[in-house]
């Protein structure tokens, strides 16, 4: 169990295995004005691999191989944000996604607690502490705490897949939620594009 930082790039030969959780952090919520800062990701042992991101660079070629290597799926927690930061920064879809907040949204009908906090505590019975979401995430050193809460969000994802999959089955949802994790890198990219809040569904 350990946090491992790198600068700009995952190192070569680094393989996280089938299927790894990602979760990033940036500068704000706007992807056009706030920069990505950091990418936090785990194959699901309990270790974190975090590349920090300097400003202006645009490519990570070790880690863009695995974001669009369709032999890895890659687990988000609200997937929409982040592979819209990730095509913003370094040009490339993310393919394919699973998300855990849509899943929550397809299975959890009798609530809208759908944050990674809340599925967490119910599902795994994990507390994780939120007080370092708004910090300094572009600061050229972050501190200990800040690193322990970015591993936080992605090192119970592989676990709350497994639970949330057994009730995606029970409700007979799966395919559906399916057929919502192939649409998502679209969903990012009109966000993008100038969609960011049209339901182009509607009439
Ligand atoms: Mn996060």
């Not at 572009?138 to 809460?149: E, F, I, M, S, V």
Request: a negative charge; glycine letters at 6%.
């Amino acid at each position: 169990m350990a946090n491992h930082l790198y600068q700009n790039d995952l190192p070569d030969g680094l393989n996280l295995g089938p299927v790894v959780a990602i979760d990033c952090e940036t500068m704000g919520l706007n992807p056009h004005r706030d920069r990505l800062c950091l990418i936090q990701m785990s194959g699901g042992d309990g270790n974190a691999h975090m590349v920090q991101v300097t400003p202006g660079q645009d490519a990570a070629p070790n880690l863009c191989a695995m974001l669009t290597n369709r032999d890895v799926l890659k687990l988000f927690h609200f997937g929409r944000f982040d592979i819209a930061a990730l095509l913003n920064a370094f040009g490339v879809v993310t393919a394919p996604v699973y998300c855990t907040k849509i899943a929550s949204k397809l299975v959890r009908t009798y609530t809208d607690r759908h944050g990674l906090k809340y599925l967490l505590q119910e599902l795994l019975q994990v507390d994780i502490s939120k007080y370092q979401q708004q910090s300094d995430w572009g600061a050229a050193k972050l501190t200990p705490a800040q690193l322990d809460y970015a591993a936080s969000d992605v090192l119970y994802l592989h676990a709350l897949r497994k639970e949330l999959d057994k009730r995606l089955a029970r409700e007979g949802r799966g395919d559906m939620a399916q057929a919502c994790f192939d649409f998502l890198p679209m969903r990012a990219q009109l966000d993008l594009n100038g969609w960011p809040d049209q339901d182009i569904f509607s009439h």
